[in-house]
């Protein structure tokens, strides 16, 4: 079994600064990780996933995340944020075999502030 | 690319009556398809999962059923409505193992 910690409920942050949301993750077997957005009263948009390859993963809306296999983290960045970049992201892992279920996150609000 | 429908986008139901959530997908065949609850400021719930027709596995043991009668058709059903059903309810389709949910469906039990 997996599990997935989202560190941070809600991060609030000014426009055009940067912003890091933590995901840390459980699991006893090699594992695919997402990153999900839900705006407000939508279902959730692919924003980036880890599949196999390249560690430094870019997604749309120009974030991106990097998988570190030691410290079982899967942190989404973004350089210089918009305020059209408020919403709910959640952090999801699946195994890389067999079972086709992931586990979410609980997810952090991000707040971005003018 | 896949495009998944859910119907309707707003629900106000009185408790004790039935309900009815459908789901369809278009542009793939042989999804896996999976219904979520969405309860106000918490995470995603998995409900149900389903890997092919008349094939569903239940996660969560309630008020709810799932059924899946064509292979792109998911049917989220309940035959007597809680309070507690109330949430926002996501319909999703596996795809190269990747899920994209639908648009939801809020459901407001009164």
């Known amino acids: 079994a997996q599990s997935v910690t989202q560190l941070d409920s809600q991060v609030p942050v000014f426009e055009e600064a940067p912003v890091e949301l933590r995901c840390n993750y459980s699991?006893?077997?090699?594992?695919?990780l997402f990153w999900y957005v839900q705006y407000p009263n939508q279902g959730l948009q692919l924003l980036l996933k880890?599949?196999?390859?390249?560690?430094l993963v870019k997604g749309i809306n120009g974030f991106e995340a990097e998988f570190n296999k030691s410290q079982t983290s899967f942190h989404l960045r973004k350089p210089s944020v918009h305020i059209s970049d408020t919403a709910e992201y959640f952090c999801?892992?699946?195994?890389?075999?067999?079972?086709?279920?992931?586990?979410f996150g609980r997810g952090t609000s991000l707040i971005v502030h003018p | 690319s896949q495009t998944i429908h859910q119907w309707p986008a707003t629900l106000v139901q009185p408790v004790g009556s039935p309900l009815s959530l459908e789901c369809t997908v278009e542009g793939t065949s042989n999804p896996n398809l999976y219904w979520y609850r969405q309860a106000a400021g918490r995470g995603l719930q998995l409900l149900f999962y389903?890997?092919?027709?008349?094939?569903i596995s239940s996660e969560v043991p309630q008020n709810l059923s799932a059924s899946r009668p064509q292979d792109r058709q998911f049917i989220l059903s309940s035959k007597k409505l809680l309070l507690s059903d109330s949430g926002f309810y996501l319909c999703?389709?596996?795809?190269?193992?990747?899920?994209?949910f639908g648009a939801g469906t809020r459901l407001s039990v009164l």
């Open positions: 699991s006893s077997v090699s594992v695919y």
């Open positions: 880890y599949l196999s390859g390249s560690t």
């Open positions: 999801a892992v699946r195994p890389s075999g067999g079972s086709y279920i992931p586990t």
């Open positions: 389903s890997v092919g027709i008349g094939q």
């Open positions: 999703a389709c596996g795809l190269a193992g990747v899920l994209y």
